[in-house]
């Protein structure tokens, strides 16, 4: 298998997220973290811990519906291990953040026990959200507040400032811009977050990307890779070889008949992004590995 890609990231405006984050951690009674369930590990700013200050938090495993359903369920069940509450959910739809509202006043139900016995009852809570450029937020914090006043866009980064949004269900959200951390000590996690379109792909050779996905397709979801682009991937010794079968079984030829891998590494990377090739989780959770 082919070497992941060394990537280093940091716009200015992330160190003025951090400073933000820790500024504004007081105002709030708790955090959402925004994860990609593809990914839970690598999508979690390891930085959040210290930032956030000890406050209750509630995971959002987000684009669950584009991971493997059985993975999910055991992303939830190792994060309830860990003392945190962890649901499966799609932002975009809504599915799954029914749960939200009641989950927040589970985590909260001693501070507004403590506030009711004040004579403060129906109380906001008010509730930062955090995560990483593309995680979901806007998308999160627009089906909560049933307004699109959070900008959506599906590229890293648009997100600015911190703004509150009040929902109907006696919560105030507060958003975030995304943040990642300065380096990727990990080059495969830098390489996990441009497989699902965290990392803008243009600082990155898309073609070596799209290779690199299809190694790990090809070993864990072959069968899903085969169904989709209907190739027989046996014979294939790396991912570049993958890309040009595809390349070739959908017609993306150039001048010579040479197969087209750029036009190829843009649609797999697509695909896998838009949930198309099949629910896949890239990240395992093997309660040893990731203690």
Same mark, same amino acid.
Request: charged letters at 30%; aromatic letters at 6%; glycine letters at 8%.
């Given at each position: 298998?082919?070497?992941?890609?060394?990537?280093?990231?940091?716009?200015?405006? +992330?160190?003025? !997220?951090? @400073?933000?984050?820790?500024?504004?951690?007081?105002?709030?009674?708790?955090?959402?973290?925004?994860?990609?369930?593809?990914?839970?590990?690598?999508?979690?700013?390891?930085?959040?811990?210290?930032?956030?200050? =000890?406050?209750?938090?509630?995971?959002?495993?987000?684009?669950?519906?584009?991971?493997?359903?059985?993975?999910?369920?055991?992303?939830?069940?190792?994060? $309830?291990?860990?003392?945190?509450?962890?649901? =499966?959910?799609?932002?975009?739809?809504?599915?799954?953040?029914?749960?939200?509202?009641?989950?927040?006043?589970?985590?909260?139900?001693?501070?507004?026990?403590?506030?009711?016995?004040?004579?403060?009852?129906?109380?906001?809570?008010?509730?930062?959200?955090?995560?990483?450029?593309?995680?979901? $937020?806007?998308?999160?914090?627009?089906?909560?507040?049933?307004?699109?006043?959070?900008?959506?866009?599906?590229?890293?980064?648009?997100?600015?400032?911190?703004?509150?949004?009040?929902?109907?269900?006696?919560?105030?959200?507060?958003? !975030?811009?995304?943040?990642?951390?300065?380096?990727?000590?990990?080059?495969?996690?830098?390489?996990?977050?441009?497989?699902?379109?965290?990392?803008?792909?243009?600082?990155?050779?898309?073609? !070596?990307?799209?290779?690199?996905?299809?190694?790990?397709?090809?070993?864990?979801?072959?069968?899903?890779?085969?169904?989709?682009? $209907?190739?027989?991937?046996?014979?294939?010794?790396?991912?570049?070889?993958?890309?040009?079968?595809?390349?070739?079984? @959908?017609? +993306?030829?150039?001048?010579?008949?040479?197969?087209?891998?750029?036009?190829?590494?843009?649609?797999?990377?697509?695909?896998?992004?838009?949930?198309?090739?099949?629910?896949?989780?890239?990240?395992?959770?093997?309660?040893?590995?990731?203690?």
């Amino acid at each position: 298998m082919s070497e992941p890609q060394a990537i280093s990231w940091f716009p200015g405006h +992330m160190a003025k !997220t951090r @400073r933000t984050i820790s500024e504004s951690i007081k105002l709030v009674d708790a955090v959402a973290e925004i994860i990609d369930a593809r990914i839970p590990v690598s999508s979690r700013n390891p930085e959040l811990d210290k930032l956030v200050s =000890g406050k209750p938090r509630i995971v959002l495993l987000n684009k669950a519906d584009a991971a493997d359903p059985v993975q999910t369920e055991r992303w939830i069940e190792y994060f $309830k291990n860990q003392g945190v509450y962890a649901i =499966g959910v799609d932002c975009k739809t809504g599915k799954g953040l029914n749960a939200f509202v009641p989950l927040c006043k589970k985590i909260l139900k001693d501070k507004i026990a403590a506030w009711e016995a004040k004579g403060m009852r129906n109380k906001i809570l008010k509730i930062m959200v955090v995560g990483i450029p593309n995680s979901g $937020k806007s998308s999160f914090i627009n089906r909560m507040s049933k307004k699109s006043k959070a900008k959506v866009e599906d590229r890293p980064g648009v997100t600015r400032g911190n703004q509150w949004f009040p929902t109907d269900n006696g919560v105030d959200l507060l958003d !975030t811009p995304g943040v990642l951390w300065p380096k990727f000590d990990d080059p495969i996690v830098g390489e996990r977050l441009a497989f699902t379109g965290a990392i803008k792909d243009n600082i990155l050779d898309v073609e !070596t990307l799209a290779g690199r996905l299809l190694e790990i397709l090809h070993a864990d979801y072959d069968d899903m890779l085969s169904a989709r682009y $209907k190739i027989e991937s046996d014979g294939a010794q790396n991912g570049i070889e993958l890309l040009e079968l595809i390349a070739r079984k @959908r017609g +993306m030829l150039i001048s010579g008949g040479e197969a087209d891998l750029e036009r190829a590494a843009v649609t797999v990377l697509d695909e896998f992004r838009g949930g198309k090739i099949g629910r896949i989780t890239l990240e395992k959770a093997d309660f040893q590995e990731v203690n």
